[in-house]
C-alpha cells in the first residue's frame, strides 16, 4: 500500500500544525491549527470573520491547497489537543471535506467553542468523540487509534494511523509525565507496544528540540508554585496569578494554594471561564464554588467587590500572562478596570515569556508598568509541555520508528532535532526527513 504525509502546516514556525498522511486511497488530516505570532502581529485583523484564502496568505493558517494533490478520500479529521496552534483553524478548514472530525471528548468541546465563534463558515462536518485506547475503521484496510499522553492541557493524545505497512504515530505535542497532577501518567507502554509491532513513521514535536535534559513533570511546578504562595502567605496587597487559562492542572494547583493561605479565588477573563467551565463539565477539579467571569460587566462586578471587601482576601487568577493588550493583566495594569495595583502587591506569572519578538514586546511593556507601581513580580513558574532532548531518545527507543519526520519548529529548531536523530543512527534525507510546509513524503508503495 502507498503512504504519503503531506506536511502541510507548522513544519517551518512554531504554530498552524497540519500533516495529513494518505494510506492508500485513503487520507487522515492531522490538525488544523493557528499561527498566533501572524494573528498577533496584525492585531486590528478580525480572524473569525476572514476568509481561509487571506489568512492562508497572512501565514496564519495552513495552505490546505497541498491535501488536493494526494490522490486519495479524507476520511477523518483528527485532533490531538485543544490548543489553538492545533484547532484554531477548524472553523476555516473543516467544512472544505466531506469527513468527520474526531477528538477526546475534552478537545471535542473546544472544537465546538472555535465553530461557534466562526463568523464567516458553516461547518456541519459529523463530530465524532473517542477516548484513549479506543480505535475506529478508516476506509477498508487502516484504523485509527489514540494514546494518552501528558501535555499542558488535559484530554491530549498522539493519534496513531494503523496501516498494512506498520503505524504512523502523530506524536504532537506531549511530555514524559508519570506525575500529572489531575490526570493518568503518560501511556508510555503503549508507545513500546506500537515499536514491537513496527512503526513505519513518527512526527515528532520538536518545540524543545536541542534543550538538554528532561522536561520536568507537572507535579514540580505544583512544587514551586506551593514554595511562591507558602512565601505570600502573610501579605496583605493584592495577590494576582496568571496562567494559561487552558492549562486545568495548573488552574487547579493555584485555586488550591490560594484557598490554603486564606484567600479567595476567582477567575477572570473570557478563556478563564470558558475552560473552567468545559474543565467542571469533565469533572476536572475546578470547585464549582469557585467563581468564574469572562464578561466585562460581572468582572468589573466582581472586582468592586475585590475592592470593597478587601484585596488581601482574594485571588485573582487572570488572563494575559504573555502581555497581551486587550487580555485581563494588562487592562488591570492600565488602570482600565476598577481594580488598581499599589505597591507591594504581588503577580504570579505561571507560564514562561513564548520567544516570540511580539510577545516579548509586550511582556516587556507590562512588567514596565507593573514595576512602575511597585508590584511584586515572581516569573516563569512553570515547566513546559514539550519534550526536551531526553524525551525524543526515549521516544526513538519506545517507537524505533522507520522514519522520523520532525514538525512544529522552524528549520533550525528542526536541525537540533535530526542532530540527535543521526546520533540514532538515522540518515537525514533518508530515514529523518527534512520537510517543509507543503512537500509530500512517499514511504511506501
Ligand atoms: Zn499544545
Not at 487580555?327 to 488602570?335: G, I, Q, T, V
Not at 513546559?384 to 529548531?413: I, K
Not at 530515514?431 to 517543509?436: E, L, N, S, T
Amino acid at each position: 500500500m502507498e503512504i504519503e504525509i503531506a506536511t502541510i502546516g507548522g513544519y517551518e514556525e512554531v504554530g498552524r500544525n497540519m500533516t495529513a498522511v494518505r494510506a492508500g486511497d485513503d487520507v487522515v488530516i492531522f490538525d488544523m491549527g493557528l499561527n498566533l505570532s501572524e494573528v498577533l502581529l496584525h492585531d486590528d485583523v478580525a480572524v473569525e470573520r476572514m476568509h481561509s484564502l487571506d489568512l492562508i496568505d497572512l501565514g496564519a493558517i495552513p495552505d490546505d491547497r497541498a491535501v488536493g494533490d494526494l490522490e486519495g478520500s479524507v476520511r477523518a479529521i483528527v485532533f490531538s489537543h485543544g490548543h489553538l496552534d492545533h484547532v484554531g483553524a477548524v472553523g476555516k478548514l473543516a467544512h472544505r471535506y466531506d469527513a468527520p472530525i474526531v477528538a477526546t471528548p475534552f478537545t471535542l468541546e473546544l472544537v465546538k467553542d472555535q465553530l461557534a465563534g466562526e463568523e464567516r463558515f458553516e461547518t456541519d462536518n459529523t463530530l465524532v468523540s473517542m477516548e484513549p485506547g479506543e480505535t475506529i475503521p478508516i476506509g477498508a484496510r487502516c484504523e485509527l487509534e489514540f494514546v494518552h499522553v501528558t501535555h499542558s492541557t488535559v484530554g491530549a493524545v498522539n493519534p496513531v494511523l494503523h496501516t498494512p505497512e506498520g503505524a504512523v504515530v502523530y506524536g504532537l505535542d506531549k511530555r514524559l509525565d508519570h506525575t500529572p497532577v489531575i490526570e493518568d501518567p503518560i501511556d508510555v507502554e503503549r508507545f513500546s507496544e506500537l515499536g514491537d509491532r513496527g512503526v513505519l513513521a513518527y512526527i515528532e514535536d520538536c518545540t524543545n528540540a536541542g534543550r538538554k535534559g528532561r522536561t520536568p513533570s507537572e507535579s514540580v511546578a505544583r512544587a514551586r508554585l506551593r514554595d511562591v504562595f507558602d512565601s505570600l502567605a502573610d501579605t496583605d496587597g493584592a495577590l494576582v496569578a496568571t496562567t494559561f487559562a487552558s492549562h486545568v492542572a495548573r488552574v487547579a494547583s493555584i485555586v488550591e494554594f490560594a484557598r490554603e493561605i486564606g484567600r479567595e479565588p476567582i477567575l477572570l477573563g473570557r478563556s478563564m471561564q470558558t475552560y473552567a467551565t468545559t474543565a467542571r463539565h469533565f469533572d476536572y477539579p475546578i470547585p464549582e464554588d469557585v467563581e468564574a467571569h469572562g464578561h466585562r460587566a460581572s468582572i468589573e462586578r466582581a472586582l468592586r467587590r475585590v475592592a470593597n471587601e478587601g484585596r488581601e482576601d482574594f485571588c485573582l487568577v487572570v488572563t494575559g500572562h504573555q502581555g497581551e493588550p486587550r487580555a485581563m493583566l494588562s487592562r488591570m495594569a492600565r488602570n482600565e478596570t476598577p481594580f488598581e495595583f499599589d505597591a507591594g502587591d504581588a503577580v504570579v506569572f505561571s507560564a514562561r515569556t513564548i520567544p516570540e519578538p511580539t510577545n516579548e514586546g509586550q511582556r516587556h511593556r507590562l512588567e514596565t508598568l507593573l514595576r512602575q507601581r511597585g508590584v511584586r513580580l515572581y516569573d516563569d513558574v512553570h515547566v513546559s509541555g514539550h519534550l526536551r532532548d531526553e524525551g525524543h531518545y526515549e521516544m526513538l527507543e519506545r517507537l524505533r520508528p522507520e522514519n522520523v519526520v520532525p514538525a512544529h519548529q522552524t528549520l533550525s529548531g528542526i536541525a537540533s532535532y535530526v542532530t540527535l536523530a543521526e546520533s540514532q543512527g538515522y540518515t537525514p534525507g533518508e530515514d529523518v526527513h527534512i520537510p517543509r510546509n507543503g512537500t509530500t513524503i512517499q514511504l511506501a508503495e
